[in-house]
């Protein structure tokens, strides 16, 4: 079997739950883009090493702005991560999306404008091919695991990236239906960029929690109430997420030795003459460009 490691970035509801049980050791890392969300628990998971990253910090901590991504890719970069199964919580934007259920989107609309989108903000430049955001081998593995929960897990769809903190008003709701859209959340960029631009097989659990609000709640529940259903679908969909996350790292060999697109995503990126990019510069980015700037 091929050498693998997979990062596992615990999201909204997930994040808290998983580290918990996880065990093993903690690993504190410093990266150049500052200090990441937690520091990481590294563990064994049957035969495959398993680096844990709790998004939100311990006890949600960060908004989804205010998460630092680019150190948080950069720590599971630094560890030997090679493959990462991210998760987060979403609104549903159609109505075969129910609360609850899961989801392994392949599409990204990115409307965030406070973060920082790239490792590359200065020389080198690069630029990574996009197309398909989320890793193919990777989903589809995770799909081939479906069979470990009871709840449905739906193939593909289009997640759009908010910036938030606050929600939706009802016509960005019906916006973002009109444009294709299938999920709405906060997370998922600029970390699935940024995975790519580190190499990293990534693909994400998204945890549906309620219908956003373009499907009115009903009428006879209070907001006291609809905040604990929502909360009570969040922990539903959790657990199902914990048990399909880890179906996936204990059948992993299955797809150890299946080179994913994202492995090689720099190879033709780096569109900057190595004799002007100073070892300065290669120092800074380390683990991230190595493998084509040694020397």
Known sequence: MAKVKVGVIGGSGLGDALG????????????????????????????????????????????????????????????????????????????????RDLVVPDQVIDKTTQRQGTFFDDTPAVHVEFASP???????????????????????????????????????????????????????????????????????????????????????LDRHELLKEIIANLHQATEHAIALIRAAVARFERIAAVPSPAHSALELAIWTDRKHIAASVKKRYGVLLDKYLKG
């Open 20 to 99: 918990a049980g996880l065990g093993g050791r903690t690993v504190k890392i410093d990266t150049p883009f500052g200090p990441p969300s937690d520091a990481i628990v590294e563990a064994t998971w049957g035969d495959i090493d398993v680096a844990f990253l709790n998004r939100h910090g311990p006890g949600h901590v960060f908004a989804p702005s205010r998460v630092n991504y680019r150190a948080n890719i950069y720590a599971l970069k630094a560890v030997g991560c090679t493959h990462v199964i991210a998760s987060g919580a979403v609104g549903s934007l159609r109505e075969h999306i129910r609360p």
């Open 134 to 220: 989320f890793c193919p081998v990777l989903r589809k593995h995770l799909l081939d695991c479906a069979d470990a929960v009871t709840t449905p897990v739906h193939d593909g769809g289009t997640y759009v990236c908010m910036e938030g903190p606050a929600f939706s008003t009802r016509s960005e709701s019906e916006m973002h239906r009109a444009w294709g859209g299938d999920l709405i959340g906060m997370t998922a960029m600029p970390e699935a960029k940024l995975a790519r631009e580190a190499e990293l097989a990534y693909a994400l659990v998204c945890l549906a929690s309620d219908y956003d609000c373009w499907r009115p709640p009903p009428a006879e």
